[in-house]
């Protein structure tokens, strides 16, 4: 049998883990590089050369790949991100699995905590990742907004200064860290930009993974609130991309 090739694409990816995310698993023939690259490439003509089976994409690539998909899947075309694309006969399949993956490690979170779900989320970004956590909470019946720093050139999103009064009205309210910030090497940012109103009845949820904890985390459990870090979410999206691509059973 020849080897299967799969590749996460994305910049920079000094901090991923994919790589070693999948090849944990020991799947026979078949493997899995990084490929950092600042510019998207033509995708169609990209997985022809290199003989790909299916790929991922990360930041900042995913809402620029869902715009290249011969075909996207309902979660995709609903958060307009692709994250997981499954190559079959030359045609591209983009596929969303941030957002399962979000809904099942936040149940799974607030389920050992004996939480209920929060009442409201602010999540901090509007890449790909936040659309895929909105569309998760959604999914969960939790409402929330985007927050951006320049909200007037994202349409639907919040200004930092709203989200952080709408912080300060709920107690049990559940942040989201959607965004790069804190990711290693620059692992000495938090988005946050007010650590001392993380406070105790809040959850904080870190999209990243690297480094565990992150500033944030820290910044929110010294104060009390509870926290949970990215890597069960990858471990969850790279599982059901292994799913999509046929190396696993779902």
């Known amino acids: 049998m020849d080897t299967r090739h799969f590749a996460l694409l994305g910049y920079p990816l000094e901090h991923s883990f994919s790589k070693r995310c999948f090849d944990a698993q020991r799947i026979p023939e078949a493997d899995y590089s990084l490929c950092a690259m600042p510019r998207l490439p033509d995708l169609h003509r990209w997985a022809e050369e290199r003989g790909m089976s299916g790929f991922n994409v990360t930041s900042p690539f995913k809402t620029e790949a869902a715009r290249q998909m011969d075909t996207l899947s309902v979660t995709a075309a609903e958060t307009g991100a ?38 409201i989320a602010v999540v901090m970004g509007t890449g790909g990742a936040a659309q895929a956590v909105s569309h998760a909470l959604r999914s969960l019946g939790v409402s929330h907004c985007l927050a951006s720093r320049t909200p007037q050139a994202r349409p639907g999103s919040t200004g930092y200064g709203e989200a952080r009064e709408l912080l300060r009205l709920h107690g049990d309210a559940l942040l989201v860290n959607a965004t790069p910030a804190g990711t290693s090497p620059r692992s000495e940012t938090s988005a946050w930009p007010w650590p001392d109103e993380l406070r105790a009845g809040m959850a904080v949820y870190d999209l990243v993974y690297n480094p565990s904890p992150t500033l944030l985390m820290k910044e929110a459990s010294a104060r009390g609130a509870d926290v949970c870090g990215g890597l069960a979410m990858l471990e969850e999206q790279a599982r059901i991309s292994r799913v999509l691509w046929g190396l696993e059973q779902g």
């Open 82 to 119: 692709v994250n997981c694309v499954v190559v079959d006969g030359g045609k591209l399949a983009g596929h969303n699995t941030d957002a399962p993956a979000f809904a099942s490690t936040l149940r799974g979170w607030m389920g050992s905590l004996g939480r209920p779900m929060p009442s």
